[in-house]
């Protein structure tokens, strides 16, 4: 399969989930839990064992590729705070609304998406399963993407017309974010380092991002068992593909 193909249901779902905000915000954390559950999976029965995998095989030291883990679980941690996007939830309850912040999160989420593509192009690099696998991650955690920028942009009192401008341009990321890996073959030997950093970016949107939020509001066992079920999921595809 073709990872522009991928990239372009990420589109559609980052696309759906915000204008699902815009309709249906009250059963954000149902959602939020099942995409966590994806995520989290992905890592662990996935993208780990493929690691350790491509470690041996070109003979790379593994404790490379976990280096690699925590520093782009590191990275995309200070990232996200510096660019506001916590920022700006937290002043989404606050009296101090402002649309340029509600603007400057929903551009770190654009370039968060951005990324996302980029993981989908290079995990077909490494193979077909992984760039599978990888991009079911993507199109589950990116339609929480659609949901909080439209939610950020609304909550900052940006017009509905600015929110869904900003909306089409988080959805477009993921498929700039494939096609510029169609020019760029990693070596090898990078592969499980790309691996290792991808792995820690997905472990921090799902463990430390999007899980917390989930239970932030309406905490509930449904949601912990819809978390259980994403990561669930993603076991059986991980069966089903090797």
Request: aromatic letters at 10%; charged letters at 10%.
């Amino acid at each position: 399969m073709h990872p522009l193909l991928l990239a372009a249901a990420a589109f559609a779902s980052t696309a759906a989930g915000g204008l699902f905000a815009m309709r249906y915000r009250q059963y954000l954390h149902l959602i939020l839990g099942f995409t966590a559950g994806v995520v989290v999976g992905v890592v662990g029965f996935d993208l780990l064992p493929e690691i350790f995998r491509l470690a041996t095989e070109y003979d790379v030291e593994p404790s490379h590729p976990m280096v690699a883990l925590v520093v782009g679980f590191l990275l995309f941690h200070a990232v996200e705070k510096l660019l506001l996007i916590h920022r700006g939830q937290e002043l989404s309850y606050a009296d101090h609304h402002h649309p340029d912040v509600g603007l400057l999160s929903a551009l770190a989420l654009v370039g968060h998406s951005f990324v996302d593509g980029v993981g989908i192009g290079l995990g077909f690099q490494v193979s077909d399963r992984v760039g599978l696998v990888v991009a079911t991650a993507v199109i589950a955690h990116d339609f929480a993407d659609g949901l909080n920028t439209v939610g950020l942009m609304l909550a900052h009192q940006n017009t509905h017309r600015r929110a869904l401008a900003m909306l089409a341009l988080d959805a477009f990321a993921p498929l700039a974010g494939a096609a510029s890996t169609l020019a760029v073959q990693l070596p090898p030997p990078l592969l499980p380092l790309y691996l290792g950093f991808f792995a820690g970016f997905l472990l921090y949107i799902g463990a430390a991002d999007i899980l917390p939020e989930a239970h932030s509001h309406r905490s509930s066992a449904l949601t912990i068992a819809l978390t259980c079920l994403g990561a669930a999921f993603v076991f059986a595809v991980t069966r089903v593909t090797d």
